[in-house]
């Protein structure tokens, strides 16, 4: 049976050295944007920025992270509790509704609230024809609060919903039967229960309020990101906006790493399978209430914002100012977005497997840098990138190649965490298996590594497709002059007003987000 | 023998193989005859399967040398990748591949040539025609062993090596499914290395044993023969229940409680005793006393004590009926000789309620 057999070969690198040395060519260039921070929080470049604003900034940005993260942890603490752990009907449903606005990006919920209650705004128009008083323009900290907390509360529902699906029930019942009161149980049973995962929910809002740009530059709330992106804007020297964005910068991968510490820690009260609780029995009463509660949620959020937008487009159709369509603006989106989920796609296989299969420093170090990079807020990347190009790679100074390389680097752990799920089920004895019935290890990847992984890579590739649809700051700052995409159209349109073909932009956005949030609703959020 | 080593199927020498500060393999030899099955036996931890994946080309040793059909595969300057050693390996998760069904995974070492042939006759020689279009996990544990093994025998390597494959199954249908496979490796006359902790299953089934300790081969040679003339006390104890004492040999013989026994030794010795060549019977002056009896059914075993703190067990017919504190007399067929004066390892565990005499040894 047996096959002529080849001569033994001399052994140039053990098996295993390729995927480092492709896993260290890929995480190379996350190290530009963070040594470049890094200089700049060491240099002293911070120091341009006088103290007055830096106390000024941190404590405008800290006092919307702390009301948009409170509120947040609210409704979605409660909205969680409601789907998970009571017999409300339609609960699927409901929790689809109440994930969905997760996709409407923060510039969109801002053109929205400004389309709605701003100048001309659909409801003060409203309200001026029924005779109301003229509505100030919606700016500032209680905007800003507004749109973020709402995009916010489907982040706390996810972190928190498993945990209070996974409860013990048993021990709010010994509790009970100690004699404790149902608002004692809650404090003292029930709450420390899920406090990993609602620590979680709120370092996760803290960090999304800390990097939002879209919002607070729209709705005009002088946060780190507005700041940075002025003195960008309206500078020449790089130095005071690099000073901003490395602050900006630490203060955020402190949050990854707090969060981090969380999960893993959330794990241990999460995943052991034990019995659930029957559900909780609400009366109609409270059923109406619930579902009073989650309809008004899901109208403020999602239903009205879609309106507004409907309805401005309807405006320009009828009043016939929509001319400037933005067609090329959604095809560039689209391919660009394509062409990066397609490269991160193909770089995220290396470092999956050496974080996969080996767990030491270097294989730590790889994760870190991915997730570090990952906090760090894209505007400050941007502005590092502005001046790393400047400094030491300007042939690519706003170029394409740049910008996908940043997104891929950015993006890179949304498609790093399925990857290595899926991997972690393909026992490495597979492969062996497969080498040793003759297949190269190239041909062992391709054959039984690849498709094993293509669930999650599908599902992390949908997942940067929509993040980089929906990218605004560092596209702002990187993008090659001329290279307009949907997000930028929104955001530009809307700053100076023209609602209209914000609007228009807006709707294709969420449209063509749709698609890839329903590959990776199916595959990530309801398990 | 040497000279033959040329064109053993799989022959390793000298390997040596550390993972940090422990020490896997410590110069281990092994040879295999083609067309037999040997079995690689020790306790867990000893290098077993280090042993097999250096074999298998899946991880480098540190110095020594493989040889496949003559050929070298490891050695100094060398390393054959696996895909090119022409070794199966049936694995003990047996790592089917969940995406593919079982003929394509049988065929999946194989080239197009005859390739449907080839599948439908390997698995109807496992017993599983009719199953080509079975997904994995739609197949017992037992029948995924069977795939996993006739995809190993498949491209028809000279050798086939086997870690642990019975150890993800239950006692009954490890039974079973042992005698099939051996049975299957005969027909198709492959040459076949196996791993196993289990001594009972290395004894069923093996043509070889090569019993392994700390990271060497100890001892290699047919099963009965092994079992019989075991190389040290350690062999003697891990193949089987084995009751020993120290002793003198004087003048060309032992004198025991029980008889006396020609040797060629002299001076300090240890002896060992197997419960299967005792035999005691009921005797108002018998020498021993029984002090533990557990009753199995199809027979008995008995724990007597006898004069100079010796132990033995003893493992007899059902009758008599015997219980502690009877007095019986006791006649042995046969001891084994070792010169270690030392105390073989200890053993796991000793059953509660025995007085710990010298040397209790629990069946495995
Ligand atoms: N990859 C590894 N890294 C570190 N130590 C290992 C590794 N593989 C095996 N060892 C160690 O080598 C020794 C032998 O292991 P192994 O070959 O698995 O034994 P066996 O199969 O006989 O149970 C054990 O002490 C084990 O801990
Ligand atoms: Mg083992």
């Given amino acids: 049976m047996g096959v002529a057999r080849p001569a033994p070969r001399l052994r140039a690198l053990p098996p295993n050295t390729w995927w480092w040395v492709l896993a260290g060519v890929v995480m190379l260039p996350a190290a530009a944007p963070l040594g470049v921070l890094a200089y700049g929080l060491v ?82 128009t409203a309200w001026a024809w029924m005779g109301g008083d003229v509505i100030r323009y919606p700016s500032g900290f209680w905007a800003a609060w507004l749109v973020l907390t709402l995009i916010s509360v489907p982040l706390v529902h996810l972190a928190v919903a498993p945990a209070v699906r996974s409860l013990n029930p048993t021990l709010e019942e010994a509790a009970r039967g100690l004699g404790a009161g149902r608002l004692k149980v809650f404090w003292t049973v029930t709450l420390p229960q899920l406090r990993p995962s609602l620590t979680a929910g709120a370092l996760l809002v803290g960090l999304y ?60 009260f999460t995943a052991r399978p034990r019995r659930t609780g029957s559900p909780v029995r609400l009366g109609l009463g409270g059923k109406i209430l619930g579902w009073g509660f989650l309809g008004t949620l899901v109208t403020v959020s999602l239903l009205v914002p879609v309106a507004v937008l409907i309805a401005w487009v309807m405006r320009g159709l009828i009043s016939g100012v929509l001319v400037n369509q933005p067609w090329a603006e959604l095809g560039r989106s689209m391919w660009v977005a394509l062409l990066t989920a397609l490269v991160a796609g193909v770089v995220v296989a290396p470092v999956a497997m050496v974080t996969t299969r080996y767990r030491n420093r270097w294989a730590g170090l790889l994760e870190g840098g991915a997730w570090a990079l990952y906090g760090v807020p894209h505007i400050a990347v941007g502005m590092a990138m502005i001046v790393f190009t400047l400094w030491l790679a300007r042939p690519l100074y706003q170029t394409l190649v740049l910008l996908v390389g940043v997104y891929v680097v950015m993006f890179l752990p949304q498609i790093l965490g399925p990857s290595r799920d899926s991997l972690g089920r393909v026992s490495p004895s597979m492969e062996e298996a497969s080498r040793s019935l003759g297949r190269s290890p190239l041909r062992t990847f391709m054959g039984i590594t690849l498709p094993l992984m293509a669930p999650g890579l599908l599902s992390g590739a949908a997942l940067v497709f929509l993040t980089t649809l929906r990218e605004l700051p560092a596209t702002l700052l990187l993008r090659p002059a001329g290279f307009e995409t949907l997000a930028i159209r929104v955001w530009s349109a809307t700053g100076e007003g023209f609602y209209t073909q914000g609007a228009l932009a807006g709707l294709l956005l969420l449209l063509v987000a749709a698609l890839p949030l329903a590959i990776v609703t199916r595959h990530e959020l309801i398990r | 023998m040497n000279s033959s080593a040329n064109h053993r199927p799989l022959a390793a020498h000298a390997l040596c193989k550390s993972f940090d500060a422990t020490v896997a393999l410590d110069d281990f030899n092994l040879e295999v005859e083609s067309g037999s ?78 390739r449907e042939l080839r599948v439908s006759q390997v698995l109807e020689m496992v017993g599983l025609a009719g199953f080509e279009k079975r997904m994995p996990h739609e197949l017992s544990a037992g029948q995924q062993q069977r795939v996993a093994l006739a995809r190993a025998l498949a491209p028809g390597p000279q050798v086939i090596l086997a870690d642990e494959p019975f150890s993800n199954l239950d006692a009954a249908l490890r039974k079973r499914l042992r005698a099939e496979v051996r049975s299957i490796l005969r027909e198709a006359r492959t040459t076949t290395i ?29 099963p009965d023969h092994v079992y019989r003339n075991p190389a040290t006390s350690w062999v003697a104890e ?5 009751d ?24 300090k010795v240890k002896v060992m005793v197997r419960p299967e060549s005792v035999t005691v019977f009921p005797h108002a002056q018998g020498v021993a006393v029984v002090t533990y009896r557990e009753f199995f059914g199809h027979d008995q075993l008995l724990s007597v004590k006898l004069p100079g703190k010796i132990t033995l ?52």
């Avoid at chain 1, 920025?49 to 940005?61: G, I, Y």
């Avoid at chain 1, 002088?222 to 203060?251: K, N, S």
């Avoid at chain 2, 004492?245 to 020609?262: E, M, Q, S, Y």
């Fill in chain 2, 238 to 242: 891990f193949l089987g229940d084995a």
């Fill in chain 2, 37 to 114: 099955l040997l079995t690689v036996l020790g306790p867990s931890g000893v290098g077993k399967t280090t042993a097999l994946r250096i074999l298998a080309g899946f991880e480098m040793p540190d110095s020594g040398t493989v040889r496949v059909n003559g050929q070298t595969v490891n050695g100094p300057g060398i390393f054959v990748p696996p895909e090119r050693r022409q070794v199966g390996m049936v694995f003990q998760d047996y790592a089917l591949f969940p995406h593919l069904n079982v003929a394509r995974n049988v065929a999946f070492g194989l080239d197009a040539h005859h």
């Fill in chain 1, 209 to 268: 309020t800390l990097s939002d740009f879209g919002a607070v530059s729209l709705l005009r709330y002088d946060t780190f990101t507005r700041a940075i992106y002025l003195e960008y804007a309206g500078r020449v020297d790089r130095r005071p906006a690099l000073g901003l964005a490395a602050v900006l910068a630490a203060v955020a991968v402190l949050l990854v790493w707090l969060e981090r510490g969380t999960r893993t820690r959330g794990v241990w």
């Fill in chain 2, 244 to 267: 020993f004492f120290d002793a003198h040999a004087k003048g060309g013989r032992i004198t025991t409680p029980f008889g006396t026994f020609p040797t060629t030794r002299s001076g």
């Fill in chain 1, 43 to 124: 240099s002293g470049v911070v120091t341009t920025v006088p103290m007055a604003r830096l106390l000024e900034l941190a404590a405008n940005t800290g006092a919307l992270g702390a009301a948009v993260t409170s509120t947040s942890l609210l409704i979605g603490g409660a909205s969680a509790w409601l789907v998970s752990r009571t017999d409300l009907p339609g609960k699927k449903l409901a929790t689809v509704l109440v994930l969905t606005p997760f996709a409407v990006p923060s510039f969109v919920g801002a053109l929205a609230l400004l389309g709605a209650t701003g100048a001309d705004g659909i409801l003060s």
């Fill in chain 2, 194 to 222: 196996m791993v196993t902790h289990d001594q009972e299953e290395a004894l069923a089934v093996s043509d070889q044993l090569a019993l392994m300790n700390e990271g060497r081969v100890v001892q290699t040679g047919p």
């Fill in chain 2, 313 to 364: 067990r003893a493992r007899c017919w059902p009758q008599p009926a015997l219980a502690p504190g009877d007095r019986v007399a006791v006649s042995v067929d046969g001891i084994h000789i070792f010169d270690e004066p030392q105390a073989p390892p200890a053993p796991p565990e000793t059953p509660p309620g025995t007085p710990l005499p010298q040397r209790v040894v629990i069946p495995r």
